[in-house]
């Protein structure tokens, strides 16, 4: 008899073909959408052009994984870990992300996901944005501030902010909002 965690091992698989049938079984067995994964560690999974459409991946680890092009639209992915991730080319419509940690993942021509969605995650600190900018600091969520603290950086300081994030003082300024002060800097 399949376990979840067999499936689970599939998906960790460096073979394409053979992740992705592991997606389809799991689908098949509504483990995909019920919530089996939740808190699972996927690090380095080759889900490139998976179909996690509505996929209940809560709390599951996804640090580096291969996203590539997948279809992740209605999917749950609140706190999931998506750290160093590539999302490149994903579909991301409607996905909730949640409290999702996006630290230096590449979102790069991902497509279908609103500035509302990406405000909910938890980290977007030195991430590729959808757009092939990097992340501006826009929308001065949790953990972004806490890793500039732990980092003893003034979060008060637009200038330490935007040499912390790698970013323009300009480009951190029109991100917050403060187009006046950032078109006076130019």
Not at 59 to 73: F, I, R, T
Request: proline share 3%.
């Amino acid at each position: 008899m399949i376990s979840v965690m067999d499936l689970v091992r599939k998906m960790r698989s460096p073979e394409s073909k053979l992740v992705l049938e592991a997606v389809e079984e799991l689908r098949a067995r509504n483990w995909l959408e019920d919530g089996s994964l939740k808190g699972v560690v996927l690090c380095h999974a080759h889900l490139e052009r998976a179909d996690l459409c509505k996929a209940s991946l809560v709390e599951v680890d996804l640090h580096q994984a291969h996203l590539q092009n997948a279809d992740l639209s209605l999917a749950n992915l609140t706190g999931a870990k998506l750290t160093r991730a590539n999302v490149e080319g994903a579909n991301l419509s409607a996905a909730n992300l949640r409290a999702a940690d996006l630290f230096k993942a590449d979102l790069r021509d991902a497509h279908n996901v609103s500035l509302d969605q990406l405000s909910q995650a938890k980290r977007l600190c030195f991430a590729t944005m959808p757009d092939g900018t990097p992340y501006d600091g826009r929308f001065n969520l949790p953990g972004d501030i806490e890793l500039a603290r732990w980092g003893k950086v003034d979060v008060a300081d637009p200038a330490a902010m935007a040499y912390f994030l790698g970013v323009s003082l300009e480009t951190y300024l029109h991100g917050q909002g403060q187009k006046e002060l950032a078109a006076s800097l130019t």
